[in-house]
């Protein structure tokens, strides 16, 4: 079997649409269209399934997570809306066959079976309306590492406040705990502009976030080791002046990157932050991406 690349995009402006593209911008191809604020995006190759997120409108409590086939075909919605209020960024881990989401002024890290059954909050920053408010408390992006037992999230803070945080915990609840009464909760890093969406590569022990707010810390791609040895969490800048940094998704085994901005572009670099380019601009505003490799004959 020989594997065919494709990346899929999401586009929140112009009604909302999912569209893939071969991994040099070629061949741009729209699968769905009229999705309410698409945001995270996940591709199951094996069950030939695209899995997204539906902002919904953010002051009401109306998100929802859908599925269709690789080709566009079989849409369906498999998180009702209102099960989850803005489900941001969204992972799927082979290893549980879960769908994991931060859900933003839900104020949440969430998960669901792949058929969106057994949905469950794993971590809950607030509730209510004044909490709702404080944007410090707002979930976005998430990521897993099976082996490891981690959960990571972010939270974004305000605008270029300079109060963004990345955080992880144990993906399995401690026992006697509730998911707003967790003690195992560490802050990896604090003081961001506006960390957004979070991937790690699992074989060289990195985590990847993309941050929107100003230079020069924001509208950037960052890493920092997953396995600090002197256990002190430091990053590093790879890709700078993005405009307003939203997807990454990265291809480890072909050296490769790929984030978006809601500047309308999707940029490749190898995982270094170099050979950076641009294979699409004035795309509307994006927001999530994932690589794939899909099976052909």
């Known amino acids: 079997m020989a594997g065919r690349e494709r990346l899929f995009v999401l586009e929140a402006s ?3 649409r999912l569209f893939s593209v071969r991994p040099d911008g070629s061949d741009k191809t729209v699968l769905v269209t009229g999705c309410r604020i698409p945001d995270g995006i996940a591709v199951d190759v094996g069950a030939g399934h695209v899995y997204w997120t539906n902002m919904g409108v953010p002051a009401e409590n109306d998100g929802s997570v859908e599925r269709v086939d690789l080709d566009g075909g079989h849409r369906t919605t498999i998180v009702a809306e209102g099960v989850t209020h803005t489900p941001k960024q969204l992972h799927l881990e082979a290893a549980d066959r879960k769908l994991y989401w931060g859900d933003r002024e839900g104020m949440r890290v969430m998960r669901c079976g792949l058929d969106g059954s057994d949905v469950e909050t794993l971590v809950q920053t607030g509730e209510g309306d004044e909490d709702r408010r404080d944007e410090t408390r707002w979930c976005v992006g998430v990521a897993v590492d099976p082996a490891g037992g981690h959960l990571y999230w972010s939270q974004k803070g305000p605008s270029d406040a300079g109060a963004g ?6 993906i399995a609840l401690p026992a006697g705990r509730t998911p707003d009464r967790r003690d195992d909760v560490e802050v990896l890093f604090g003081g961001l502009p506006e960390p957004i969406d979070l991937e ?23 890493r920092a080791p997953l396995d600090p040895p002197d256990g ?41 932050g170099s050979d950076r380019h641009e294979l699409l601009v004035v795309q509307g505003n994006l927001t999530g991406i994932a690589h794939a490799v899909l099976q052909t004959a």
Do not use: Q
């Not at 945080?165 to 144990?170: E, H, S, V």
């Not at 990454?248 to 500047?263: E, H, N, Q, W």
């Open 14 to 16: 112009g009604g909302g």
């Open 165 to 170: 945080r990345i955080l992880r915990a144990g």
């Open 200 to 222: 790690l590569d699992l074989k060289a022990r990195m985590l990847y976030w993309t941050d929107r707010g100003d230079p020069p810390r924001g509208n950037s791609v960052n």
């Open 232 to 272: 002190r969490w430091t990053s590093e800048i790879l890709v700078a002046h993005l405009m307003e940094g939203i997807g990454i998704a990265l291809d480890p085994d072909g050296d490769r990157m790929y984030v978006t901005d809601l500047g309308g572009s999707v940029y490749t670099a190898t995982l270094d």
